[in-house]
C-alpha cells in the first residue's frame, strides 16, 4: 500500500501534468506577431475575407498560426484590400493581442461600406494560448467606413479606431466617441491613449488618460506627413512612427520637444511596427505598406539598413499589423485546480498523522 506521502507527490504530479496540458502556450514570448490577411487560395478584394495571426521569430522562422474564426457568431474578418486595416496592439498589461475588424463571415460582398447596424464591428483579443475572443462590438459607430485597430487596458476596457468615428469607447459601459478625428492606430501607453492619424494635422496624438465616455481634447505629439503605427521607448524619450509613404522615422526627446534624428528605409512605405528597445541599439521590426514583407532593422544610426525576415505575395496574403506576442499569464481554472488539491490532499495528511 502506498503511504500518504507517496499518494500526496504522485497527485500533485497529476496536477500539475494537468495544468501543462491545459495551459499550454501558443505564443512563445519575444516572438513577433504578424496580422496576415488572406489565406492564398484567391485574390484579396473588397469582401470579407479570412484573418491569421501569424508567429515568427525574430530571426524570420515561421512558427506557427492562428486561424480567427470566419463563421459563426464570433466570426471576425477584414477587408481583403483595405491596406489600412488590420492594425494590432497589445493591451496595456502586455497580456492581449488586440485587433478590430467585421463581426460578419469571410465572402460578405464590400465588407468596409457595409452598415454597422447589418455589419457589426468588433474588437477582439488573443492570449498567449491562442484562445480568442470577440471582446466588444458596435452597431452603430464605423458604419459604411473602415475599422483599423484596437486596444485595452486588460481589464475589460476596449478603444477602437477607424473612419467615419474616430477613436471610439466599447468597454463594459456604453459606446462612447472620444475623438471624431479619423484614426489608424490607437494605443494604451502608460495608462494614456494615443493615436495615429493620415487626416488633417497628420501624426501621433495623446488622449490624457483612458476616458469611457465625453468628448476628449487630444494633443499633438509628433508631427508626421502619412503615419501608421508607432513606438515609444518605456522612457517616452524616443520614438519610432511607420510612415506609410516611406520609412520608419526615429525623433528624439530633448530641448522641449520632439525631433525628427533621420528616417531609415527611406524607400519603402511601412505600416505596422514593433521595437525592442532593452538593448542599447533598438530592434525594429516592420510590415512593408505593399503587405509583402515582414522586415528587421538595427538602429545603430542614420545608415542602418533593413533585412527581410519573411515575404508573402501581397495578392492572396498580406502582412498588415504587427506586435510582439502576449505574455503569458496562468489560467485561473488551473490555479484553482491545483491549489484546491494540494489543499485537500494536505488536509487529508493532517488527518492521517492525528489518527
Same mark, same amino acid.
Given at each position: 500500500?502506498?503511504?500518504?506521502?507517496?499518494?500526496?507527490? $504522485?497527485?500533485?504530479?497529476?496536477? *500539475? *501534468?494537468?495544468?501543462?496540458?491545459?495551459?499550454?502556450?501558443?505564443? #512563445?514570448?519575444?516572438?513577433?506577431?504578424?496580422?496576415?490577411?488572406?489565406?492564398?487560395?484567391?485574390?484579396?478584394?473588397?469582401?470579407?475575407?479570412?484573418?491569421?495571426?501569424?508567429?515568427?521569430?525574430?530571426?524570420?522562422?515561421?512558427?506557427?498560426?492562428?486561424?480567427?474564426?470566419?463563421?459563426?457568431?464570433?466570426?471576425?474578418?477584414?477587408?481583403?484590400?483595405?491596406? *489600412?486595416?488590420?492594425?494590432?496592439?497589445?493591451?496595456?498589461?502586455?497580456?492581449?493581442?488586440?485587433?478590430?475588424?467585421?463581426?460578419?463571415?469571410?465572402?460578405?460582398?464590400?465588407?468596409?461600406?457595409?452598415?454597422?447596424?447589418?455589419?457589426?464591428?468588433?474588437?477582439?483579443?488573443?492570449?498567449?494560448?491562442?484562445?480568442?475572443?470577440?471582446?466588444?462590438?458596435? %452597431?452603430?459607430?464605423?458604419?459604411?467606413?473602415?475599422?483599423?485597430?484596437?486596444?485595452?487596458?486588460?481589464?475589460?476596457?476596449? @478603444?477602437?479606431?477607424?473612419?467615419?468615428?474616430?477613436?471610439?469607447?466599447?468597454?463594459?459601459?456604453?459606446?462612447?466617441? =472620444?475623438?471624431?478625428?479619423?484614426? !489608424?492606430?490607437?494605443? #494604451?501607453?502608460?495608462?494614456?491613449?494615443?493615436?495615429?492619424?493620415?487626416?488633417?494635422?497628420?501624426? =501621433?496624438?495623446?488622449? *490624457?488618460?483612458?476616458?469611457?465616455?465625453?468628448?476628449?481634447?487630444?494633443?499633438?505629439?509628433?508631427?508626421?506627413?502619412?503615419?501608421?503605427?508607432?513606438?515609444?521607448?518605456?522612457?517616452?524619450?524616443?520614438?519610432?512612427?511607420?510612415?506609410?509613404?516611406?520609412?520608419?522615422?526615429?525623433? %528624439?526627446?530633448?530641448?522641449?520637444? @520632439?525631433? !525628427?534624428?533621420?528616417?531609415?528605409?527611406?524607400?519603402?512605405?511601412?505600416?505596422?511596427?514593433?521595437?525592442?528597445?532593452?538593448?542599447?541599439?533598438?530592434?525594429?521590426?516592420?510590415?512593408?505598406?505593399?503587405?509583402?514583407?515582414?522586415?528587421? $532593422?538595427? #538602429?545603430?544610426?542614420?545608415?542602418?539598413?533593413?533585412?527581410?525576415?519573411?515575404?508573402? #505575395?501581397?495578392?492572396?496574403?498580406?502582412?498588415?499589423?504587427?506586435?510582439?506576442?502576449?505574455?503569458?499569464?496562468?489560467?485561473?481554472?488551473?490555479?484553482?485546480?491545483?491549489?484546491?488539491?494540494?489543499?485537500?490532499? @494536505?488536509?487529508?495528511?493532517?488527518?492521517?498523522?492525528?489518527?
Amino acid at each position: 500500500m502506498k503511504t500518504t506521502r507517496q499518494i500526496f507527490a $504522485i497527485t500533485a504530479l497529476l496536477l *500539475s *501534468s494537468l495544468a501543462t496540458s491545459h495551459a499550454a502556450q501558443f505564443f #512563445d514570448s519575444g516572438n513577433l506577431a504578424v496580422f496576415q490577411v488572406g489565406d492564398g487560395s484567391a485574390p484579396l478584394g473588397s469582401a470579407g475575407t479570412a484573418i491569421f495571426l501569424d508567429q515568427y521569430t525574430t530571426s524570420g522562422s515561421f512558427v506557427n498560426g492562428l486561424a480567427i474564426p470566419s463563421t459563426g457568431s464570433s466570426a471576425l474578418v477584414n477587408s481583403g484590400s483595405a491596406a *489600412s486595416e488590420g492594425q494590432l496592439s497589445l493591451s496595456a498589461d502586455g497580456q492581449y493581442l488586440v485587433f478590430a475588424g467585421y463581426n460578419a463571415a469571410a465572402g460578405a460582398t464590400k465588407i468596409a461600406s457595409s452598415l454597422s447596424s447589418a455589419v457589426p464591428r468588433g474588437i477582439a483579443t488573443v492570449d498567449a494560448y491562442g484562445n480568442y475572443t470577440l471582446a466588444a462590438t458596435t %452597431d452603430s459607430f464605423y458604419s459604411g467606413n473602415n475599422m483599423r485597430g484596437g486596444t485595452s487596458d486588460g481589464n475589460g476596457n476596449f @478603444w477602437g479606431a477607424g473612419a467615419a468615428s474616430g477613436t471610439v469607447y466599447m468597454g463594459t459601459g456604453t459606446p462612447a466617441q =472620444i475623438s471624431s478625428v479619423n484614426s !489608424l492606430v490607437v494605443q #494604451d501607453i502608460g495608462g494614456n491613449l494615443f493615436y495615429s492619424t493620415a487626416k488633417g494635422t497628420t501624426g =501621433i496624438y495623446e488622449i *490624457s488618460g483612458t476616458p469611457t465616455s465625453g468628448t476628449a481634447t487630444p494633443t499633438l505629439v509628433l508631427a508626421n506627413t502619412a503615419p501608421s503605427d508607432f513606438a515609444f521607448n518605456p522612457g517616452m524619450t524616443i520614438a519610432y512612427v511607420a510612415n506609410t509613404s516611406g520609412g520608419i522615422q526615429r525623433y %528624439d526627446l530633448g530641448g522641449g520637444g @520632439w525631433t !525628427l534624428s533621420y528616417t531609415l528605409d527611406s524607400g519603402t512605405g511601412i505600416n505596422g511596427l514593433a521595437v525592442n528597445f532593452s538593448s542599447p541599439d533598438p530592434l525594429i521590426y516592420a510590415t512593408t505598406a505593399s503587405g509583402k514583407k515582414l522586415i528587421e $532593422i538595427t #538602429d545603430t544610426g542614420s545608415g542602418s539598413l533593413a533585412n527581410t525576415l519573411a515575404t508573402v #505575395d501581397g495578392s492572396t496574403k498580406a502582412f498588415l499589423g504587427l506586435e510582439f506576442t502576449p505574455q503569458p499569464v496562468p489560467e485561473p481554472s488551473t490555479c484553482a485546480l491545483i491549489g484546491l488539491g494540494l489543499a485537500g490532499l @494536505w488536509s487529508f495528511q493532517r488527518r492521517k498523522r492525528k489518527s
